[in-house]
T-cell receptor, first 115, second 112 residues
Framework: QKEVEQNSGPLSVPEGAIASLNCTYS??????FFWYRQYSGKSPELIMS????GDKEDGRFTAQLNKASQYVSLLIRDSQPSDSATYLC???????????????FGQGTILTVHP | KAGVTQTPRYLIKTRGQQVTLSCSPI?????VSWYQQTPGQGLQFLFE???????NKGNFPGRFSGRQFSNSRSEMNVSTLELGDSALYLC???????????FGDGTRLSIL
């Protein structure tokens, strides 16, 4: 089982729709969770961080975390063509200082928003 | 506030050579992590430095090494380059281990 798994893509949604990206992780002691967006040929850009169970909203983005189910998701409302990118789920498993500075990434989900 | 700066942006080397990559973190960030990104393996953690100390290391051979200076700038060195080392090398900085990491633009290394 992979440490961090994302829903298989690619994902294609029409402009204005809600895009739903999902991620599961295997280590129960994981402490912090991040979503990054990576455009082709560019480096990952942080778009959301979440640390506690529940929802966190930032503009058109909502991150959801359920530690009991070891599940984190990202919803993008009113999707725009400029949202077309690879979305990476990243998990920090640092608990008690045993995994400093290590983010474990999923394989990424390619999202295409078509006009 | 300036972001994470990586130099050089592109490098072409041949097998057997060595290379040094540089990373300047965001001002005030003391944690610097390095990652390798390839199409097949995705993003993989190399190591993390904090206050000039390597606190964590990923599953890479000893040819991959790094260091951090007192101003938090970090360097990564790869010796005896192999074709499989061709990748995008990313540096990320953060305030501390659990805080969000912010990535530089990366160094694209090609081995001929």
């Amino acid at each position: 089982q992979k440490e961090v798994e994302q829903n298989s893509g690619p994902l294609s949604v029409p402009e204005g729709a809600i895009a739903s990206l999902n991620c599961t992780y295997s280590d129960r002691v994981s402490q912090s969770f991040f979503w990054y967006r990576q455009y082709s040929g560019k480096s990952p850009e942080l778009i959301m961080s979440i640390y506690s169970n529940g929802d966190k909203e930032d503009g058109r983005f909502t991150a959801q975390l359920n530690k009991a189910s070891q599940y984190v998701s990202l919803l993008i409302r009113d999707s725009q063509p400029s949202d077309s990118a690879t979305y990476l789920c990243a998990v920090n498993q640092d608990a008690g200082g045993t995994s400093y500075g290590k983010l474990t990434f999923g394989q990424g989900t390619i999202l295409t928003v078509h006009p | 506030k300036a972001g994470v700066t990586q130099t050089p942006r592109y490098l072409i080397k041949t097998r057997g050579q060595q290379v040094t990559l540089s990373c300047s973190p965001i001002s005030g960030h003391r944690s610097v992590s390095w990652y390798q990104q390839t199409p097949g393996q995705g993003l993989q953690f190399l190591f993390e430095y904090f206050s000039e100390t390597q606190r964590n290391k990923g599953n890479f051979p000893g040819r991959f090494s790094g260091r951090q200076f007192s101003n938090s700038r970090s360097e990564m060195n790869v010796s005896t380059l192999e074709l499989g080392d061709s990748a995008l090398y990313l540096c990320a900085s953060s305030l501390d281990s659990l805080k969000p990491q912010h990535f530089g633009d990366g160094t694209r290394l090609s081995i001929l």
